[in-house]
C-alpha cells in the first residue's frame, strides 16, 4: 500500500490528521505528481475549508489537465458553494477526460437542475442510473425531471422503481400523488399516495398540505 493509498484509509477511517500528514509527504516526495494534490484537496473539502481545497484542485489541473478525478473534486466543491455553472463545467471536463461512473453523472444532471435547465440534466440522470442501477436518488431525481417536463408515464415508472430501492420513501409517495393528480386528476389515488407519505414521514409538510387541500375540496363539494 502506497502513501496516498494509506492517506485514503485514513480519511476513510475519520483520522484527517494523520491523512494531511501522509498527503503532505507525498507531494514533498511527488511535487509534480497531481494525484497527492487531488488527495490533500479532497480532505480540506472534508472539513470544509473550500478556499484551500480550491487551490489544491486547481495545482492539480495545472500539472496535468487531463485528469478527470480532479475535475470532479472541484466539480463537488463548487457544487457545495452553489457555483452550480462552474460546477457543471467541472463534472463535463471530469466526463471528457474519461471518468465514466454514476456519480459524476448524476452530479452533472443535478447541477443542470440547480441551473433551472431542467431538459438538459435528463440525459445524464439517466445515464447515471445506467451505470448505477440501484441509486435509489439518481432514480428518483430522474423521476422528477421527467415529471416537470411532462413525460408522466416514464416518471411513473422511475417513482415506482424508487420505491422498490428506498421502501416507502416519503418523497416518492407524495410526488407520485402529485404526479397522478396532475396527469390524470386522480384525486383518490393521489390522495392515496399522500396519506403514505404522511405515514412513512408524519413531519412531511408538502403530503399534509396536500390532504388538506383535499379534504377542503371534498367538504366544498358536499
Not at 383518490?188 to 399516495?193: D, G, H, I, M, S
Request: net charge negative; with cysteine.
Amino acid at each position: 500500500m502506497d502513501k496516498n493509498e494509506q492517506g485514503i484509509q485514513l480519511m476513510q477511517e475519520g483520522n484527517l490528521e494523520e491523512a494531511v500528514k501522509m498527503f503532505t509527504e507525498v507531494i514533498e516526495e511527488h511535487p509534480n505528481d497531481p494525484v497527492g494534490y487531488i488527495n490533500f484537496g479532497n480532505v480540506l473539502l472534508s472539513l470544509d475549508d473550500f478556499e484551500r481545497a480550491e487551490l489544491f484542485f486547481k495545482r492539480a489541473i495545472a500539472l496535468d489537465d487531463h485528469v478527470p478525478a480532479a475535475y470532479y473534486s472541484l466539480g463537488n466543491l463548487y457544487f457545495e458553494l452553489e457555483r452550480f455553472q462552474e460546477a457543471a463545467e467541472c463534472f463535463q471536463n471530469a466526463v471528457k477526460d474519461g471518468l465514466e461512473n454514476g456519480d459524476v453523472f448524476f452530479m452533472l444532471g443535478m447541477s443542470f437542475i440547480n441551473l433551472d435547465k431542467n431538459a438538459l440534466s435528463l440525459p445524464y440522470l439517466l445515464r447515471s442510473i445506467e451505470l448505477a442501477p440501484e441509486d435509489g436518488e439518481a432514480t428518483f431525481q430522474y423521476g422528477i425531471a421527467l415529471a416537470k417536463e411532462g413525460v408522466y408515464e416514464e416518471a411513473i415508472a422511475m417513482l415506482e422503481r424508487t420505491l422498490t430501492l428506498k421502501q416507502e420513501d416519503a418523497d416518492a409517495l407524495y410526488n407520485l400523488g402529485a404526479v397522478y393528480l396532475t396527469w390524470q386528476g386522480d384525486i383518490v389515488l393521489a390522495k392515496t399516495y399522500f396519506e403514505r407519505a404522511l405515514q412513512s414521514d408524519s413531519n412531511h409538510l408538502l403530503a399534509q398540505n396536500a390532504i388538506n387541500a383535499i379534504s377542503d375540496l371534498e367538504s366544498e363539494e358536499k
